[in-house]
């Protein structure tokens, strides 16, 4: 068990660029979710994913943003013509579901900076 | 949405010393986690705790789900226990799904 690893840990980019950052979850967990996180606040969650599925996305903050987990395994979430507002920490979790157990386990984070 | 609050949103402690870190929710869950947030970033599980009371080392958590809130004690705190303390609750989302909800976080500062 290796834990959620994310890339890049750290990205700046310039307003209206976009933006890929990629999330390998724990590798048995089936379920794989985004959140962001902006400075004094707790993440906020975006979307997640049951194996390939994408069963919740309406928390995603604009059409701007999109997420795929094209084989139930590794998930990427992309920001198309980022703005300074995007500007933030997303964070990337997994969990298995099992035995009525949904505990979350969190990544290090892609520190994203919109110039 | 549910509501999630906790408290103190500060703390600084003297080493050695203990604390009580609160969350209150607005409505029912079906669990509930504790982590902590280091200066970069990670979060850090602590307990997954639906009901009751658990204890991990210095650490130890008690959620009483029926009177929505859960607590988190810290004995004879570390300068390594300096960070960001979070609350999440699962509950339903209102979108058709259960997801997690955090609270905005006790930021506890522990001095040598």
């Known amino acids: 068990d290796t834990g959620v690893s994310q890339n890049p840990r750290h990205k700046i980019t310039k307003r209206g660029q976009n933006v890929t950052f990629r999330c390998d979850p724990i590798s048995e967990h089936n379920r794989l979710y985004w959140y962001r996180q902006t400075l004094g606040q707790g993440p906020e969650f975006l979307t997640y994913?049951?194996?390939?599925?994408?069963?919740?996305k309406s928390r995603l903050l604009s059409d701007r943003f999109s997420a795929e987990r094209p084989k139930g395994s590794f998930s990427t979430l992309e920001i198309q013509r980022t703005e300074q507002g995007d500007s933030a920490m997303y964070l990337c979790a997994s969990s298995l579901i099992r035995g009525g157990s949904y505990e979350q386990y969190f990544g290090p984070g892609t520190r994203l900076t919109v110039t | 949405g549910i509501q999630v609050e906790q408290s103190p949103p500060d703390l600084i402690l003297q080493e050695g010393a203990n604390s009580t870190l609160r969350c209150n929710f607005s409505d029912s869950v079906n669990n509930l986690q504790w982590f902590h947030q280091n200066p970069w970033g990670q979060l850090i599980n602590l307990f997954y705790?639906?009901?009751g009371t658990k204890q991990n080392g210095r650490l130890s958590a008690t959620t009483v789900a029926t009177e929505r809130y859960s607590l988190l004690y810290i004995s004879s705190s570390q300068t390594t226990d300096s960070g960001v303390y979070f609350c999440?609750?699962?509950?339903?989302?209102?979108?058709?799904?259960?997801?997690?909800?955090f609270g905005k976080g006790t930021k506890l500062s522990v001095i040598p």
């Open positions: 994913f049951q194996n390939e599925a994408q069963l919740e």
């Open positions: 705790i639906p009901s």
């Open positions: 999440a609750v699962r509950a339903y989302s209102g979108a058709g799904s259960y997801q997690l909800t």
